[in-house]
């Protein structure tokens, strides 16, 4: 069965960065890509980027262009998003999903909170 | 960028009833549209792709339907389990608002 594992939870102080992982299991890794999504606290889902798992390209919401590094390590099965500059507002919770045969998110992580406190 | 509109923002219904909530697209996005469920605590789960088809798993008293750029959640009779907040998303890029729905 599908599953993706994240990484535990962060504390980090305003400006550092914060790298989450996503370990994929139960299907060929490189077969979905894998997005990455944001959840403030008490707010709605935003889309931030993705990563074509087989060949490395990315993609990235306009929001987070520029502060957002989405990777891959194809031989460990994990997809990591990486923030730079983190800002207070930026706390959330953080998913990765796999995508599946089409335009749509079959199978999600259970999610990282990153909290960004001095 | 295609922006998607939810309503209503909060859906008040009974368990039993049905259930009906919309997502608009600012432009067409042909019928690349999900919808998810999401309880407290929990990542979203896919209920819906391309709009209609049902995601494995899901009860058959959840239907998807399309029409240009509007997009219509239905859930026929209402169980405890389904109260719960509805996310539109297009493309896998954009998502609407939500929808909370709550027990009345």
């Known amino acids: 069965q599908v599953h993706l594992v994240q990484s535990a939870a962060e504390v980090k102080k305003p400006g550092s960065s914060v790298k989450i992982s996503c370990k994929a299991s139960?299907?060929?890794?490189?077969?979905?890509?894998i997005h990455w999504v944001r959840q403030a606290p008490g707010q709605g889902l935003e889309w931030m980027g993705w990563i074509n798992t087989d060949n490395g390209n990315t993609k990235y919401s306009q929001k987070f262009q520029g502060r957002v590094t989405i990777s891959r390590d194809t031989s460990a099965t994990t997809a990591y998003m990486e923030v730079n500059s983190l800002l207070f507002e930026d706390t959330a919770v953080f998913y990765c999903a796999r995508e599946g045969n089409g335009f749509y998110s079959d199978y999600w992580g259970q999610g990282t909170l990153v909290t960004v406190s001095s | 960028e295609v922006v998607l509109t939810q309503s209503p923002a909060t859906l008040s219904l009974s368990p039993g009833e049905r259930a009906t909530l919309s997502c608009r697209a600012s432009?067409?996005?042909?019928?690349?549209l999900a919808w998810y469920q999401q309880k407290p605590g929990q990542a979203p789960r896919l209920l819906i792709y391309?709009?209609?088809k049902r995601a494995t798993g899901i009860p058959a008293r959840f239907s998807g339907s399309a029409s240009g750029t509007d997009f219509t959640l239905t859930i026929s009779s209402l169980e405890p389990e389904d109260f719960a907040v509805y996310y539109c998303q297009q493309r896998s890029k954009t998502f609407g608002q939500g929808t909370r729905l709550e027990i009345k």
């Open positions: 391309d709009a209609s």
């Open positions: 432009q067409g996005i042909s019928t690349y």
């Open positions: 139960g299907y060929t890794f490189i077969d979905n890509a």
